[in-house]
């Protein structure tokens, strides 16, 4: 059974109790549990060829409606997103350095329905995890180049190449969910929409609701020319004047950047966007 599968299935065991209240408000936790596992495979660290670190204390910004709604549950709230994000890890073999925590805050600036992600990498003095020489961390970033501060602590660097041997980037870089394409790599670009893959062969596809757009998608909430995806370095998505607009990685716009696993909503209807070199 999938990772998320399980999420909504425990939550489904709470959704009768006092959590009930939780789903009425704008922002879902399976939409957060998502946006959890992005930040995961956006900010992973390749430490070796047999570990990659991932963030473990994640901070949810919320606008001031979801916030008031979700905040009275986020002890139980975060013990499951918790308990998905190292359900997740585990699948993916990703490893960490202490011990995970999801935290929510209220952000003023944001609308309801909007949230956004920050994570950072915290060395637990306890934890078996931590690196033996504990060096200066980069900070992690969410899409929306929301920064998070960073601790002291951070996986050592591999250990430089022997004299007169030039150094060689890991092999399992460039296949890291989220990293950018090498330089000269041939990219492939599709996107998944309920687990269909629509390759995308062109420089643009537009999607909609018309029997002339490229990609066509059965929603009522969807215009009849919705939006346009572009292949590029980096790929981008544009509004083309929809009546319901776009909102890609958790945040309503009219343009944005894409990276692989960016999830794009258009009316009711969730595309993925993938891309992978080859």
């Known amino acids: 059974m999938g990772v998320m599968k399980k999420f909504e299935q425990r939550l ?7 959590f009930a ?3 009425k408000s704008e922002v879902q936790p399976v939409e957060i549990a998502g946006a959890l596992q992005r930040e995961c495979d956006n900010n992973a660290t390749i ?6 670190v991932v963030p473990n ?3 949810v910004e919320l606008s001031a409606p979801d916030y008031e709604r979700l905040s009275p549950y986020s002890g139980q709230l975060g013990d499951e997103l918790s308990g998905m994000v190292r359900d997740y890890a585990k699948q993916q073999r990703y490893s960490f350095m202490g011990p995970i925590k999801v935290h929510l805050e209220k952000a003023e600036d944001l609308d309801t329905g909007l949230y956004r992600v920050r ?3 915290l060395a637990s003095s306890t934890s078996q995890e931590r690196p033996e020489r504990p060096t200066a961390a980069r900070p992690n970033q969410a ?3 929301y920064g998070y501060p960073q601790p002291t602590a951070a996986p050592p660097m591999p250990a430089g190449p022997p004299p007169g041997r030039p150094p060689q980037a890991p092999a399992a870089a460039a296949q890291r969910p989220g990293a950018s394409p090498m330089p000269g790599a041939r990219v492939r670009h599709w996107i ?10 062109r420089p643009t596809l537009v999607l909609g609701r018309s029997t002339e757009a490229d990609v066509r998608i059965d929603d009522p909430g969807v215009s009849r020319r919705h939006c346009e995806i572009r292949t590029g370095t980096p790929s981008t998505i544009q509004d083309l004047g929809s009546t319901n607009g776009i909102v890609v990685d958790g945040q309503h716009t009219t343009r944005a950047t894409l990276r692989d696993g960016s999830r794009i909503v258009v009316g009711s209807t969730t595309i993925v966007y993938r891309q992978a070199e080859g």
């Open 12 to 18: 489904e065991g709470l959704v009768n109790g006092t």
């Open 21 to 23: 209240k939780v789903f």
């Open 47 to 52: 430490w070796n060829r047999e570990r990659t």
């Open 57 to 59: 204390d994640f901070i």
């Open 119 to 121: 994570s950072r990498t």
């Open 143 to 145: 899409p929306g180049g």
């Open 192 to 201: 998944e929409i309920n687990g269909t893959r629509h390759q995308i062969s």
